[in-house]
């Protein structure tokens, strides 16, 4: 156990110090997904699975969309991102590697051979978490929703203000027209014919 947790950890302090060596962000952004995952394998050592799925679920998967709306920001060429995209495949099957073998040593773990092993098995981390967070702290946790889903529609609307997405009119707009605003009145002199002299 404890050769393990010394292997996980030196593992995420060298990935660690690659995202901040490498000068390619690709290679960095391997590298953080790689250390992110290292750290969960040490939260599943420690038998606190809920962090562990929390980080590797939040930060490994919003680095990635970050990467790559980045990605789609930028004005990049296609075609050269596509022909360099072979040049990354060692780094990233080295990094795929590393996190599957982490995961079979961990999840040949004493602590989950029993979780799977014996029905009426000691209750996990997660589901403890789960028991206590719907029965004991059901409002407190309703609330911090409705909160989260109230900021999520103040940043949209926020990101869409001052942005005219449709042809509508504004009705109080239309209530302050004053008949100067519409009509004006022009003096013309009035026209005569000419006549014409044979």
């Known amino acids: 156990m404890d050769i393990i947790f010394y292997l996980f950890a030196s593992i995420l302090i060298l990935s660690s110090l690659k995202v901040i060596t490498s000068r390619n962000p690709v290679y960095s952004a391997l590298f953080l997904v790689l250390s992110f995952f ?7 050592l420690l038998e606190a699975e809920f962090l562990a799925i929390a980080l590797v679920l939040v930060y490994v998967g919003a680095v ?3 990467f790559l ?6 004005d990049i060429d296609l075609k050269k991102l596509k022909e360099g995209f072979w040049d990354y ?3 990233a099957g080295l990094v795929a590697l590393i996190m599957f073998v982490e995961m079979i040593m961990v999840l040949n773990q004493d602590f989950f051979k029993t979780m799977q092993a014996t029905p009426n098995h000691s209750v996990s981390n997660t589901e403890a978490l789960g028991q206590v967070l719907y029965t004991d702290y059901v409002l407190p946790f309703e ?4 909160i989260l889903l109230v900021a999520i529609i103040a940043a949209i609307l926020l990101t869409l203000r001052g942005t005219k997405t449709h042809k509508g009119i504004d009705p109080a707009d239309q ?10 009145m022009v003096k013309m002199k009035s026209e005569t ?3 014409r002299s044979r």
């Open 175 to 184: 209530i302050k027209v004053r008949r100067d605003d519409r009509v004006r």
């Open 64 to 66: 990635m969309v970050l």
């Open 89 to 91: 495949m060692p780094v």
């Open 69 to 74: 709306f980045v990605v789609m920001m930028l």
């Open 193 to 195: 014919s000419i006549k």
């Open 38 to 44: 290292s750290a969960g394998a040490i939260w599943l």
């Open 143 to 146: 609330v911090a929703a409705i």
